[in-house]
């Protein structure tokens, strides 16, 4: 039986549905009782530093974590459940750590996107029953802005590099903690929990390439998902946003059962987005949080939803915030939620005000769960002018030019999946959600979507070097090919695609064999 500790915050679920799924028990506790009787204990952390230490405190929950680990039983402390074992964090000034591991936790300077999110390798620094079963060239999965830095190298077991070389798992005794996220990293996390539950005779080290480890370029299957006519719960597909064909909602297969044939194919990160949620109210729609508790129980790489994150009322007058809905999924199973047509709306009263109100969904989420658990999806159209003064929005120049011969356009910011536009440009929309807390952000492409005529690349690019948070190019993938022109042509770290892979036209499998010789992808 394992001890799993939930203070409140984080997908707790992904890391019970992975140990479960090895044949082990798991019982959550959330008191200190429980904790100082444990035999194995997990701390899976995922948000924010500040408010971690403040429920921890909270709860009396201080004393006896730290009496557990100074009483060497074994323990299994994940990303934020790493960091808290430090003396502190410069996400949280003045808030103390739990202060077992000598040493800091610091923001990454770097020249690259933050927060470090995706697949990376590992530089092994010490043999360790932990690495049991693992060849060396696997990727694992890191979702975090914030790296510990170990006063005692003893305690370093692997290190992986993004800008600089960070310490990615720490061990001391039986005390194990890693930074990337072994219930989401596939085959090889699965490996890792099983090898904590059930320590293997040796110590290994296993072999692993020179060189620095590298972030994988991530390859998503995006499920856009919305009930049909007959009120099922489908995965459909638009063309330009358009779901319809001949009247009715398109529907290419079943959420659940596409969500782990494309894990099975090697998907990297799975997005559904709830297409209809700006309507529906996502937590009234018990349907599509029961499809991420399902899909989380045997997928294990990261789970992103999106579809209805806003404050809402229902028709009792009972008001919902944006942050309860996000709850709502992040208890599901769910990794990181996309806000679409709200995160519109926040940008243009902060437009309005120059200033953040800290209550808007972005803040509040970020707050809460942290800075990568909150994508902005953007969904945004061309719109041609003949010269970049007739609008105050952000212009570019194009290659493709308008109907009219316009060389020169911008991207404007739609609500609703597409059915309104607003006066604000894409650019700004994600910059705007960059200062609020977004963690990453979601490009799609009206004038794409479904078209397979390959990805914008003058608006990724536009985003792209517009902000310092991560952008996944989304809408027009329709060849191999086009993975490796948005991959070598702008700064996006990951490539979403929906109808060829729903469609079987190109397995997930064949674009990361086209691409492996070229970019950096997990095999
Ligand atoms: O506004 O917060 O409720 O969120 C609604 C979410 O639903 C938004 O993220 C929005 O992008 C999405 N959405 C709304 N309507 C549609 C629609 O298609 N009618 N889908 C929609 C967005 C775009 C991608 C698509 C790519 C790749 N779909 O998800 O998967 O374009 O497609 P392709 O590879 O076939 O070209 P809120």
């Given at each position: ?27 959550v ?10 035999e ?48 502190y ?8 750590g ?32 932990f690495?049991a ?26 290190t ?34 099983q ?45 330009q ?42 937590l ?18 990261p ?59 972005i ?5 809460v ?62 910059q ?38 991560p ?28 109808g060829?892979f729903?469609?079987?036209?190109i ?17």
């Amino acid at each position: 039986m394992i001890t799993l500790l939930d203070y409140g915050a984080g997908n707790v679920r992904s890391v019970i549905n992975a140990i479960e799924s090895l044949g082990e028990t798991v019982k959550v506790v959330t008191g200190g009782e429980d904790i100082l009787s444990a035999e194995k204990l997990v701390f899976p952390g995922v948000g924010a530093f500040g408010n971690m230490m403040h429920i921890l405190h909270e709860k009396k929950i201080v004393e006896p974590l730290l009496t557990y680990l100074g009483s060497d039983r074994p323990f299994l402390g994940i990303c934020l459940g790493l960091q808290a074992l430090f003396d502190y964090s410069e996400e949280a000034s003045g808030t103390k750590g739990l202060g077992f591991i000598p040493g800091a936790v610091k923001r990454f300077c770097i020249d690259l996107s933050v927060p470090h999110i995706g697949w990376n390798g590992l530089n092994y620094k010490q043999p360790s029953r932990f690495f049991a079963g693992l060849q060396g060239s696997e990727k694992l999965y890191f979702v975090h802005s914030y790296h510990v830095v170990a006063e005692d190298p003893e305690v370093i077991l692997t290190t992986t590099d993004y800008g600089c070389e960070f310490v990615s798992s720490i061990q001391k005794g039986n005390i194990i903690a890693t930074q990337f996220h072994p219930e989401k990293s596939g085959r090889a996390g699965l490996r890792l929990l099983q090898n904590f539950l059930e320590p293997p005779a040796q110590a290994v080290s296993p072999g692993q390439a020179a060189g620095e480890t590298r972030l994988a370029k991530r390859i998503i299957a995006c499920l856009d998902v919305r009930s049909n006519d007959q009120g099922d719960l489908v995965v459909t597909k638009g063309d330009q946003y358009d779901v319809r064909e001949g009247g009715n909602v398109r529907n290419l297969g079943q959420p659940v059962e596409l969500a782990r044939r494309y894990y099975q194919e090697g998907a990297d990160e799975i997005t559904f987005l709830n297409i209809t949620g700006f309507r529906d109210f996502p937590l009234e729609d018990m349907p599509m949080l029961e499809i991420l508790r399902q899909t989380s129980r045997n997928v294990f790489v990261p789970l992103a939803i999106g579809g209805g994150i806003r404050d809402y009322t229902d028709k009792d007058g009972r008001q919902y915030s944006a942050l309860e809905v996000a709850a709502g999924y992040f208890r599901s199973g769910a990794d990181k939620v996309s806000i679409g047509s709200d995160a519109v709306l926040i940008a243009e009263d902060y437009l309005k005000t120059g200033r953040p109100t800290g209550r808007s969904a972005i803040e509040e989420i970020a707050r809460v769960y942290g800075n990568q658990a909150v994508v902005v999806s953007i969904d945004p159209r061309r719109v041609y002018v003949k010269a970049p003064a007739e609008v105050k929005h952000a212009v570019i120049e194009t290659n493709l030019p308008g109907p009219g011969g316009e060389r020169y356009c911008w991207y404007q910011c739609t609500i609703k999946g597409g059915r309104e536009g607003r006066d604000l440009d894409a650019v700004t929309l994600a910059q705007v959600c960059e200062r609020l807390g977004a963690g990453e952000i979601l490009l799609n492409c009206i004038d794409r979507d479904g078209t397979n005529l390959g990805f914008d690349l003058e608006l990724i690019n536009a985003v792209a070097t517009a902000v310092s948070i991560p952008v996944i190019a989304s809408s027009g993938a329709g060849k191999v090919e086009h993975f490796h022109e948005v991959f070598t042509a702008t700064g996006a770290e990951s490539a979403l695609a929906a109808g060829i892979f729903h469609r079987r036209e190109i397995p997930i499998g064949d674009v990361k064999k086209y691409l492996a010789d070229k970019v950096e992808t997990r095999l």
